[in-house]
């Protein structure tokens, strides 16, 4: 089992930025494939993007692709998200989760996930 904590959450104009973290602990994750999801009031989980811990590799969803980032760093087992040029639609809980599958924007090929932090974006 994996364990992820989020932070880094807040409340921020459009057009401003933001970077989430999530510290990532338990059995080796470096099989793993990260992910950010997020979920508005009233919608559903939504694909953001993932990241493959041992390559690198990462997939955007279209809405995101050009303004955000993820990444991670080996030394500190933590996955960040660099959130730039926010829109108010980006308004949303956003989780950090991980899978065993690459490839999947599914939330239900993630086993485990963090508690979530809250993004505002004003207009």
């Known amino acids: 089992q994996v364990q992820l904590v989020e932070s880094g959450g807040g409340l921020v104009q459009t057009g401003g930025s933001l970077r989430l973290s999530c510290a990532v602990s338990?059995?080796?994750?470096?099989?793993?494939?990260m992910g950010w999801f997020r979920q508005a009031p009233g919608k559903g989980r939504e694909f953001v993007v993932a990241?493959?811990?041992?390559?690198?590799?990462?997939y955007y969803a279209d809405s995101v692709k050009g303004r955000f980032t993820i990444s991670r760093d080996n030394a500190k087992n933590t996955v960040a998200l660099q959130m730039n040029n926010l829109k108010p639609e980006d308004t949303a809980v956003y989780y950090c989760?991980?899978?065993?599958?690459?490839?999947?924007?599914?939330?239900?090929?993630?086993?485990?996930w963090g508690q979530g932090t809250q993004v505002t974006v004003s207009s």
């Open positions: 990241i493959r811990w041992s390559t690198s590799s990462t």
């Open positions: 989760a991980a899978s065993s599958v690459y490839g999947s924007r599914h939330h239900a090929d993630f086993g485990s």
């Open positions: 338990g059995r080796t994750f470096s099989s793993y494939t």
